[in-house]
Structure formats: structure tokens, C-alpha cells
């Protein structure tokens, strides 16, 4: 199907709907029966200074923003209008392979595009229920992993199919007082350990009071956030699941992830890193 134009006023209105029906979508336990209650309420999870605005992103950069109904709905307004959307252009990452997952993501990507612009043909005549009707049906169609591909989920050996974790959740989490003695938090500590071993300045400074460690950590955290190109959860066998992000380079930030926790930053990757202490 060719484009279908749709002025600024007209593309408000979608995303707003779209978020309309797909929180109905998630409300009833009849649709998406592969996640859980709790994963859904997951997915509407936002803080109060969330953006309601859509967030059409031209490349694949950046953990996704606001409530991760949001992003659904961004990319659900792309494929209605363009029959793209950005996951079908996943940066490659160093040392860090896919193998041929890439192609499957294309697939799945196409599998829905063509049910959505049919949607969208007939989205003024249609009555509410029968947009959540097309939107499970979407959802269905995807599954699982097809919903973890439109949240920039990547997938590699090791990798378990949950959920990513609000934005607002991990900046709480790194927030976390190292010791409640202190008011040291948890990320302004662990930036004072990278810096020690790094004579590339990447990390930038960890000296002065603990204040300011801390906003230099929550900084690059959110630096790591804005830039992120990889985002995966991966499990080793009896081990909690991990949350990883990072961004170009390499450099990145892990979290446990249930229960949260701020687990450290992370350096690129290094062959035998561990031979010179990981300095580089």
C-alpha cells in the first residue's frame, strides 16, 4: 500500500486514539492472553511528566520514553501511515550478534503493516470496539516476541522475552542510596570506579562532594539512555535476569531485573578485559 498523508492536527488524533484503545486493549483479559496482569500494567506505567505526545522516531536511538504504551502507539501511527517504522533498521553492535534474528524482525513487521493500513482505510467509520477488535488481532498476530521487537528488545543467545523496565524505574533505581548512612547514591559510586580505570575521559569527572557525584552519575545515565542503540535481557542459568543498555561504543549500564536494582555501569566489550583490570 502507498503512503497515506495525514496532517499534523489528523496524526494527534490517531495516537491519542490509539492510546484510548489500546489501554482498553490491555484491560481486558480476553486480549493478549501471552502477558501477564502485571506486564500490562507495565506497559501503562508512566510518570506524571510524561509526554502524551507521539514519538516518531526516524532511526532506532534512545530507551524508549514515557509509558511503553506510547512508543506502541508511535510506531502502530508509522506502519498505519508509511508502512514502516524504525525497528526495521536495528543498528549492529560490536561483538554483539543477532545472527539472522534481524530478518525475522523484518517479518514480523510486515505480518502487521498490512493488517494496520487496511485499519486505518476504515478508522472514521469504524465504532470503538471494533478498533480494539483490529488491535488485538494485531497483537495476536505479533505475539510475544513481536511486541518485545517494538519495544527495541534485541535478541541473542541468552535472552529471555520480558518486558523492558519504564525509564522513570530505572532513574529511581539509580537514585538508590549506596548506604543509607550516606548520601552517596547508588550510580554517583559506581561512576567513581569507572573513572579510576578509564584514560579516555569518556566517563567523565567523579571527584568532589557526593552531590555531585551523584548528578555526574544520573547524568550519564541518562546520556546512556538518550543514546542507546542495544537493549537486551538476558539470564545466565540460575542467575537473576539482567536488564542491559548501551549505546554505540559499547559503553552502557546493567540492572537486575526483578527485583530492580541498579547493578553498575558497564564498559565496552574488551577480549580478556579482565587481564588489565578492564582499564582501557
Given amino acids: 500500500m502507498t503512503d497515506i498523508f495525514l496532517t499534523e492536527k489528523q496524526t494527534q488524533r490517531l495516537f491519542k486514539e490509539l492510546l484510548q484503545h489500546l489501554a482498553l486493549v490491555f484491560s481486558c483479559s480476553r486480549h493478549v492472553t501471552y502477558l501477564s496482569t502485571a506486564e500490562k500494567r507495565l506497559l501503562l506505567d508512566g510518570d506524571e511528566t510524561s509526554d502524551s505526545r507521539p514519538v516518531f522516531k526516524q532511526k532506532l536511538l534512545g530507551y524508549p520514553e514515557g509509558p511503553l504504551i506510547h512508543q506502541i502507539a508511535s510506531y502502530?501511527?508509522?506502519?498505519?501511515?508509511?508502512?514502516?517504522?524504525?525497528?526495521?533498521?536495528t543498528p549492529?553492535?560490536?561483538?554483539?550478534?543477532e545472527k539472522n534474528y534481524h530478518d525475522q524482525r523484518i517479518a514480523t513487521v510486515k505480518l502487521v503493516q498490512e493488517q494496520l493500513q487496511g485499519g486505518l482505510t476504515l478508522w472514521e467509520h469504524w465504532r470503538v470496539q471494533q478498533k480494539v477488535q483490529m488491535l488485538?488481532?494485531?497483537?495476536?498476530r505479533l505475539r510475544r516476541r513481536g511486541?518485545?521487537?517494538?519495544?527495541?528488545?534485541?535478541?541473542?543467545?541468552?535472552?529471555?522475552?520480558?518486558?523492558?523496565?519504564?525509564?522513570h524505574l530505572l532513574i529511581r533505581a539509580c537514585e538508590e542510596l549506596n548506604d543509607p548512612s550516606s548520601p552517596l547514591t547508588v550510580c554517583g559510586r559506581a561512576l567513581t570506579k569507572h573513572t579510576a580505570r578509564d584514560s579516555t575521559g569518556w566517563w567523565g569527572p567523579a571527584t568532589g562532594s557526593d552531590e555531585a557525584k551523584n548528578e555526574n552519575g544520573i547524568r550519564k545515565v541518562k546520556e546512556i539512555l538518550d543514546n542507546a542503540v542495544w537493549i537486551?535481557?538476558?539470564?545466565?542459568?540460575?542467575a537473576v535476569a539482567n536488564l542491559e543498555i548501551r549505546i554505540g561504543d559499547g559503553h552502557g549500564v546493567r540492572f537486575d531485573y526483578d527485583p530492580l536494582r541498579f547493578r553498575g555501569f558497564v564498559e565496552p566489550h574488551q577480549t580478556e578485559g579482565w587481564l588489565n583490570r578492564y582499564k582501557h
Fill in 232 to 238: 537486551n535481557i538476558h539470564q545466565l542459568p540460575g
Fill in 136 to 140: 488485538a488481532g494485531v497483537f495476536k
Fill in 76 to 89: 502502530f501511527v508509522l506502519l498505519m501511515t508509511t508502512g514502516h517504522c524504525p525497528i526495521e533498521h
Fill in 147 to 167: 511486541l518485545l521487537d517494538l519495544l527495541q528488545l534485541r535478541r541473542t543467545v541468552g535472552s529471555v522475552d520480558r518486558l523492558p523496565i519504564p525509564r
Fill in 92 to 97: 549492529p553492535l560490536i561483538t554483539f550478534d
